[in-house]
């Protein structure tokens, strides 16, 4: 009874009262911040787990028990609240479908991230965040009940509002006002608890009212630090500004694996922030900015606007909820070469790209077809950028190695020099990343096929400033239709490696669908042209009906049968794949005429220029886009509608270009940038 009589007495102290009402306030205006960003669909009850956190840090920190057994009850008291509000996330069914539902999604969520996928699914991360939010609340209750101190929480908090301005932009003012009130409150309310205990101990007397008038001045000091740095002068704020962007980038940086992990969560600022080089999440979408004109593109003086296709990144892995980079090796450009990189069915063209905004543009170079081995620049110096190869296709030979001389590249003798080597190399279609020796005689060579580097992600060495721009040129290989269809299957090994691959859970319709549409066709681009015929009939739309969890491709293939042109693109490279033809997924920018302003002289592009498409790898052309567009306004770009266009159909260099002249009639580049 006199047990029952304390713990009743206790929990009628006004004090604590106080407190729980601080740390409540405190916590909402976290979860305010995070139920008004709306990073899911279906977010669970937040201000009803954090009560149920807050009362139980409350009741185990006042509580006689160890604090082992009291936190071993709060991780079962925790564990069991967030898996019942799991199970109302999930739709309706007995409550044996939802578990059964819910564990299913599990396996196929930590499945999807240990194998390097990208996540179809929020659920999972919104359990997290149901997860944590107790967590959270139930440390900041314990922090001041049991060990008098506010930082767990608050901490925590913090780092939850710093995620939600950074990462998502939808971070609530208001709730960083009351967040910092309320900490700094419960700071001085927790040191206020442990000195009273610490009185208690020793015997000492204290004013009764001590806790209120020290909340009270706590409360005037938080107001006027809160009014002085609102209106501090822009100048003397941009230190601020600097400790900011240090404290918030390592945030921004993981924002590529956060995609990966966290599933189809909304909020912009997260996918602009995504390395496009290495990522391309099919939900939400495709976004280089929000809103406005992203960048400016111009054409040599003289010349007249065309349609242009620009090449920001490629793809080599397909996972369920988007495209991923495999395993690459960086080159350094440009490089050495020896001849033209292609036979050439249409003029060079080259163009000045501005960045008018920040964000994944500033990350990527923008190439118009296959780039040429010639510096990017910016004003009058070179860009350092580096080309993103994949690593399947380095070739590593050993003299040593007894199969190694029935390769062309064994061919050279082990006593040449290093730059003989590399010439005899470039000779042979390679370029020389690494030459190993054994006293003066070669013992290893690696090296990689100069195709393979002209056609692949190419990103600055540093990111570029808004208001930089810098030159560009390339080729957009244009063979004819009865080019396509001699070229043949004679493909490289690496090709047939990286680019015929599909993920072991690909569901197995989409396989028989492919040999359906495209499997009795005789050459590889009757085959394209199948497949392509075939998804025309799927109509693009800006939104589309998407599953809450499993293949994006396969829904859109035999349940939604239209979306985005993206997983239109996507669905046609996995269909390639699975009909034997090599194929990879290209993003970028898409203009035409109308887009060119006459005023401005250069092509205005917004996020809606910003394209998808799928190429295709044929024997002596390398990569060649296909467009599936439908209506009379689409863009008359290469291989829409799977007919090719004539050659000549995009502009001339300008007549300044005397290095990539030099190029094009076969003589030598000198060696600058060459790779080492």
């Given amino acids: 009874m006199v047990a029952i009589r304390r713990a009743v007495a206790r929990a009628l102290e006004w004090e604590d009262w106080l407190t729980l009402g601080l740390a409540y306030l405190c916590f909402l205006s976290v979860a305010w911040s995070i139920q008004k960003a709306h990073w899911a669909d279906t977010m669970p009850s937040l201000l009803l787990l954090g009560l149920g956190g807050l009362i139980a840090g409350w009741i185990l920190g006042r509580s006689s028990l160890p604090w082992p057994i009291a936190l071993m009850t709060a991780a079962v008291w925790g564990l069991l609240a967030t898996f019942l509000q799991s199970l109302y996330l999930v739709p309706e069914g007995s409550l044996g479908e939802r578990i059964d539902s819910l564990y299913l999604r599990f396996q196929d969520y930590f499945h999807v991230v240990l194998s390097g996928g990208i996540s179809n699914d929020a659920l999972p991360f919104v359990v997290l965040v149901a997860g944590l939010t107790w967590g959270g609340a139930f440390f900041l209750a314990w922090g001041l009940f049991r060990w008098h101190t506010a930082w767990l929480g608050l901490l925590a908090g913090g780092i939850t509002l710093l995620i939600n301005f950074v990462l998502l932009n939808r971070g609530v003012l208001g709730a960083f006002i009351l967040f910092a009130i309320t900490g700094l409150l419960l700071l001085a309310r927790a040191h206020i608890l442990g000195k009273e205990q610490s009185w208690r101990r020793e015997g000492l007397e204290y004013p009764p009212l001590l806790s209120p008038a020290h909340l009270h001045l ?151 077809g296959q780039a040429l081995p010639m510096a990017f620049t910016s004003g009058n110096a070179a860009l350092p950028a580096t080309a993103l190869a994949p690593k399947g296709a380095v070739v590593s030979l050993s003299w040593a190695d007894s199969t190694a001389p029935s390769h062309p590249l064994m061919s050279i003798h082990q006593d040449a020099s290093d730059e003989d080597i590399r010439r005899a190399l470039l000779r042979e279609g390679y370029l020389a990343l690494e030459i190993k020796r054994q006293g003066r005689r070669a013992r290893e060579i690696s090296a990689v096929p100069v195709e393979a580097i002209l056609q692949a992600t190419i990103v600055p060495e540093k990111k570029l400033s808004v208001g930089e721009s810098y030159w560009t040129a390339g080729i957009l290989p244009l063979p004819s239709l009865a080019d396509l269809q001699a070229a043949g299957t004679d493909y490289p090994a690496w090709i047939q490696q990286v680019y015929l691959s599909l993920p072991k859970r690909i569901p197995s319709r989409m396989k028989e669908l492919a040999r359906e549409v495209a499997g009795d066709k005789p050459t ?128 001339p260099l300008g007549p300044e270009d005397t290095l990539l002249q030099e190029i094009l009639e076969g003589t030598d580049l000198p060696h600058r940038g060459a790779a080492p």
């Avoid at 992203?294 to 007249?304: D, M, T």
């Avoid at 985005?564 to 693109?569: I, K, Q, T, Y």
């Fill in 218 to 368: 706590s409360f005037w000091a938080a107001l006027v630090l809160l009014m002085a740095a609102w209106i501090v002068p822009t100048g003397y704020g941009r230190p601020l500004a600097h400790t900011w962007e240090a404290v918030s980038g390592p945030f921004r940086s993981l924002a590529s694996d956060w995609v990966r992990w966290v599933g189809p969560l909304k909020g912009k600022k997260l996918i602009e922030a995504v390395d496009i080089a290495s990522v391309l999440p099919l939900r939400p979408g495709l976004y280089f900015a929000s809103s406005g004109e992203v960048l400016a593109i111009r054409l040599p003086e003289g010349s007249k606007p065309t349609y242009l296709l620009l090449r920001a990144a490629v793809y080599e892995e397909y996972a369920s909820g988007g495209w991923k980079a495999g395993e690459r090796v960086g080159v350094r450009w440009p490089f050495a070469t020896l001849r033209a990189p292609t036979e050439l069915l249409a003029e060079p063209l080259r163009v000045e790209v501005q960045l008018l905004q920040g964000g994944t543009p500033s990350s990527v170079l923008l190439v118009p």
């Fill in 524 to 651: 590889p681009v009757d085959k394209v042209l199948a497949i392509a015929n075939f998804l025309r009939t799927y109509p693009t739309v800006s939104e589309s009906p998407v599953p809450t969890a499993g293949d994006l491709v396969d829904h859109f293939l035999f349940e939604a049968r239209r979306g985005r042109v993206e997983l239109r693109a996507s669905a046609m490279v996995v269909l390639l794949r699975a009909a034997g033809v090599p194929a990879r997924l290209a993003a970028g920018i898409a203009l035409a005429p109308r887009d060119y302003d006459e005023n401005q002289k250069a092509y205005r592009v917004t996020a809606n220029q910003v394209l998808a498409w799928p190429e295709v790898y044929f024997p002596r052309w390398g990569w060649v886009p296909f467009l599936i567009t439908e209506g009379e306004e689409a863009l008359n770009l290469p291989y829409q509608y799977g007919l090719p266009v004539p050659a000549g159909l995009f502009g």
